[in-house]
């Protein structure tokens, strides 16, 4: 979500387009390297924790990550690959590879600085999801590097090679990321005392501060996604940056919308137009109904005592870490008597419920029930090695909470495509399926 | 019509539809109640849709287990027809789009998301919410879409957003949606929503066909369904209405009446309480007894893990894992306990079912749901067991919180239809 928030302190209706109106992304393929390095990097914490132990120069840190990571990348290359064929009819993906591979190098590059410049953390906490029910802001955290008196929230800028900009969409977004960091440990979202921002990019570091009017934008641009969000409420977007439109790639579908609500506005839209906006709009608003309803177990399990949650198998702790392999893409998860909540298929998140923290601020990760039995659970993860995973969790107290699977984004976009892309037959056919309720 | 596919598998009704889609174009809806055969005239409409040379159809349903199925009788119909020589010319003309780990192991070979081999299949498979996959690759001439009861406008929508050719105006496509809307409606926790095929029904009638004609359910059971869910619109031929299952062994006291294979249609009363934890109702009397049951049937000679032969459904998280938990401590672990909702396409030779509910206000809870109650009475080929209270059965009254209001659901013509036409028994009470 932080990077909606950085998004509509952009363009309040860039934001719109996409989470509301269903416009899909312009899929560029410049960004198809950055999400290679994310991937490499999303499976790192654990090797960036040693290096960053062992000590050395700025230059011997880049050898020994670089030397280290290249088993993180074999692994991930035939993945990326899979995927790069399965999105595009043709791809030359020896030459993707290449600027991916030099763009992992210039972010180790930038992390090395910082690496040398920093004492080593207590710990390395990466891609990490941090959900504050108060201010109903989630998102997904590079990494936090964690000592005992302070922290580093972490931005990989992964996407391109171009240093960030300040008061441009990364400053944004992580500053929108710092706030929940904030939440963590147990500070007021805009205190940033003893939380350093960085913004690591290929060759560089970018500290970027959380100036008072940062922190402004952020949260007013986090209420209006909230306001747009909640179906009750009509909320004007208003394009904040004037130079948005130049690099935005949704012109069309923004001046396509733009003129329907004007029109819609002025009572000068046709019939036909006007039906199929009436009912578009009620199907989107049912489509957020359902997706705050797939997020509200997080609601709950952050606003309630465990013991309460427990008792309503919202739920479940007792769990502890299980013998499992390094190399399985599973992990047991034992639990006396075993599950009294669980059945296989469930999509979950595992919490290490970590000392002073809130359980939703804590260590988690994703998974989907493999196996149920008197022993326990076994969890599949989802895009997390299992070594990782049992690194942030060795010693914690364990609690399994039920999740769901978040499918709206594809249902948006098939009413854009209704609404603004089908032939007259396609569309007489969606209004006949429409029918009557 | 000469094609060299075996007709001798469907019946009138049947026929009669795949000749209007065949035929017939645009938007047309199939209703199927159980085991009257959707998922065979599924894969019949693309089998001969593909020997028409009516090219690329695509088949999509809402959940995988039900696409591979479909995926299954089609392939097996095109080895029949000759159409094609071997599975692996097979796999050229047919593919399975989505996400791997979802997929049947036997589906496995025919899986692919690769923007080439999408392009060159002539029948392509896939869910609802992977059809993305697709992306305006082809140009669909034919989309068949199952599960539509319990699919919403916008879920069928991503089918005809990526399968029809963004250049091309789409004029010649041809919509098949079946499901039906007496057995699913779209899972939602706090709307009333309401399903593509519902909504045709309503909007449209004269578009939507009934297959009547089932396979699955013996006499009393499909009259039952018949005339509780189906308007008395849904009959079985003379074979399927006398099927029973014969026991090697006979097991004698008050438990053998329960099994006994003459009587298709049994309730075991049992009064023992509901409990709730949250959202976690269960009931230990009825898991208990259903532990007895399947003990029973393995002293009978019924092979228990097989969920051919048994399956047994509750409508509760909660009773499912009491009663799983159970077996497994009776060192009879691997019986198909599952929930209502994903039996749904799912058949057994015995189907036990447990209503769970059982409280002095006859509040039935989700067994009270029409669908869930349809679903959970129509599983079986050849006997049903209702484990439940009667008395809350019979009273079957739902409280929707969505509306907030009560009603009274069918589960008391259910109970009345039992007491009349098939037989009730006591369990002997243990819980105080």
């Known amino acids: ?437 | 019509m000469s094609l060299p596919l075996n007709l001798s598998d469907l019946d009138d009704s049947q026929l009669e539809i795949l000749d209007q889609r065949l035929s017939g174009g645009g938007l047309g809806a199939v209703q199927g109640p159980p085991g009257t055969g959707k998922s065979l005239l599924m894969a019949y409409e693309a089998a001969f849709a593909y020997a028409l040379e009516i090219k690329p159809i695509v088949v999509a349903a809402y959940g995988n287990q039900t696409i591979d199925h479909v995926l299954r009788y089609t392939r097996a119909l095109l080895s029949m027809g000759r159409m094609t020589r071997m599975e692996g010319e097979l796999r050229s003309h047919i593919c399975r789009v989505g996400y791997a780990p979802a997929i049947s192991d036997d589906i496995r070979p025919f899986h692919t998301n690769r923007p080439r081999e999408i392009m060159r299949s002539a029948l392509i498979f896939t869910t609802l919410h992977s059809a993305w996959r697709i992306a305006n690759r082809i140009n669909a001439q034919r989309i068949i879409i199952d599960e539509t009861a319990q699919a919403r406008p916008e879920q069928v929508y991503i089918v005809l957003e990526n399968a029809l050719s963004l250049a091309d105006t789409s004029d010649g496509v041809d919509l098949t949606v079946v499901g039906d809307h007496m057995q699913a409606t779209p899972i939602s926790s706090n709307r009333r929503e309401v399903g593509i095929l519902s909504r045709l029904a309503k909007s449209s009638p004269q578009r939507v066909a009934m297959l009547r004609t089932t396979y699955r359910e013996p006499e009393p059971n499909v009259d039952m369904t018949s005339q509780i869910f189906y308007e008395g619109r849904l009959d079985a031929p003379f074979e399927v209405r006398g099927r029973r299952l014969p026991l090697p062994n006979r097991v004698s006291g008050w438990i053998g009446r329960v099994l006994d294979a003459e009587e298709p249609l049994t309730f075991v009363d049992a009064r023992g309480p509901e409990s709730q934890a949250g959202f976690g109702l269960s009931n230990t009397e009825q898991a208990r007894l259903v532990e007895d049951l399947v003990k029973s049937y393995t002293v009978a000679g019924i092979d228990v893990r097989d969920p051919d032969r048994m399956m047994v459904v509750t409508p509760y998280r909660g009773q499912i894992i009491e009663t799983r938990r159970r077996l497994e401590v009776a060192g009879l672990p691997g019986v198909k306990v599952t929930s209502i909702t994903k039996a749904l396409g799912l058949e057994s030779d015995i189907t036990v079912l447990q209503t769970v509910r059982s409280n002095l206000s006859g509040n039935i809870g989700m067994m009270g749901w029409t669908e869930i109650l349809n679903v959970g009475t129509s599983r079986m080929r050849c006997k049903l067991i209702v484990i439940g209270n009667l008395e809350t059965f019979a009273e079957g009254h739902v409280y929707d919180t969505r509306s907030n209001t009560q009603y009274t659901s069918r589960s008391r013509r259910v109970a009345r239809f039992i007491e009349s036409h098939g037989s009730v028994i006591q369990a002997p009470c243990t819980t105080p």
């Not at chain 1, 995927?83 to 043709?90: A, K």
């Not at chain 1, 290929?202 to 007013?220: A, D, I, K, N």
Request: net charge neutral; glycine share 8%.
């Open chain 1, 1 to 437: 979500m932080s990077s909606w928030i950085a998004q509509a302190a952009l363009c309040g209706w860039k934001f719109r387009l996409g989470l509301i109106f269903g416009v899909p992304g312009g899929g560029n393929r410049g960004s198809l390297a950055g999400f290679f390095v994310h991937q490499v990097l999303s499976r790192a914490g654990e090797t960036i924790e040693r290096v960053w132990h062992s000590g050395g120069t700025e230059s011997s840190i880049v050898d020994q990550l670089a030397g280290e990571l290249n088993p993180v990348q074999a692994l991930v290359l035939p993945e990326w690959r899979k995927d790069l064929e399965d999105r595009y009819e043709s791809v030359d993906f020896d030459a993707h590879r290449i600027v991916a591979e030099m763009r992992l190098r210039g972010i180790v590059e930038g992390l090395a600085q910082y690496m040398a410049r920093r004492e080593p953390p207590r710990k390395v906490l990466n891609e990490l999801q941090i959900m504050d029910p108060h201010t109903h802001h989630e998102g997904r955290l590079d990494a936090i590097f964690e000592w005992d008196d302070r922290c580093a929230t972490v931005d990989f800028k992964t996407y391109s090679d171009e240093a960030p900009r300040s008061h441009g969409y990364d400053h944004l977004q992580i500053v929108a990321n710092g706030m929940l960091a904030n939440y963590r440990y147990g500070r007021p979202g805009t205190d940033f005392t003893n939380n350093e921002l960085v913004i690591i990019y290929t060759g560089g570091l970018y500290f970027p501060r959380p100036t008072q009017r940062m922190v402004e934008r952020v949260t007013s641009a986090r209420d209006y996604v909230l306001g747009c969000l909640q179906s009750s409420q009509s909320h004007e977007a208003q394009t904040l940056n004037r130079y948005a439109c130049q690099f935005c790639e949704k012109q069309d579908a923004c001046g396509f919308y733009r003129t329907i609500e004007r029109l819609h506005r002025t009572g000068q839209l046709a019939d036909a137009d006007e039906e199929l906006r009436r009912s578009t709009w009620r199907r989107r608003y049912a489509i957020l109904d359902y997706r705050q309803i797939s997020h509200k177990n997080k609601f709950t399990v952050a606003l309630n005592q465990l013991r309460l949650l427990e008792q309503y198998k919202v739920l479940e702790t007792g769990y502890s870490l299980g013998p499992s392999s390094p190399n399985a893409n599973s992990m047991l998860l034992i639990r006396r008597g075993g599950s009294n909540a669980f059945l296989e298929g469930d999509a979950v998140r595992i919490i290490g419920l970590e000392p002073g923290r809130p359980i939703m601020g804590s260590i988690n990760f994703n998974g989907s029930v493999e196996v149920v039995s008197q022993q326990g659970v076994e969890v599949g993860l989802t895009g997390r090695p299992v070594s990782d995973v049992c690194r942030l969790l060795n010693g914690l107290p364990i609690a399994l909470m039920r999740t769901e699977v978040d499918l709206t984004k594809r249902e948006l976009q098939a009413l854009d495509y209704i609404q603004r892309r089908a032939s007259p037959t396609v569309r007489e056919i969606a209004e006949a399926l429409l029918g009557e309720e």
